[in-house]
Structure formats: C-alpha cells, structure tokens
C-alpha cells in the first residue's frame, strides 16, 4: 500500500474549516467530505481555535 503524501494546510484554509464546523449547520463527517479533511482534524482546529481564542481577564 503506497503512502500518501503529507498535506499542509494554510491558516486561510484551516479558518474557513473552522467557522464553518462552529455554524453547526453541518456535521464533521460532513465538512470533511466537503473539505477532503479527517472529521478528527477538524475537531482538532476547532479545538485549538477556542482555546487561543479564550479571553482571559474578561
């Protein structure tokens, strides 16, 4: 079986996933077929989005 090569995604690209995993208006599965991404990944960037993005002293 022929590995695949390592795909680097762009922060751009990530983002765009992101949001729209956040809209909740479609399913991980659902966003990784659109997307061609591993729904684990996606819960991963959105993750780590939330994280960074908490506001600490607020």
Known sequence: ???RPRRNHGSAFKARVVLEAIK???TLVELG???QVHPNQIAQWKKQ???RAD???A
């Open 33 to 35: 077929q659109r997307f």
């Open 55 to 57: 506001v600490k002293g």
């Open 24 to 26: 909740e208006q479609q």
């Open 49 to 51: 989005l939330l994280q």
């Open 1 to 3: 079986m022929a590995k």
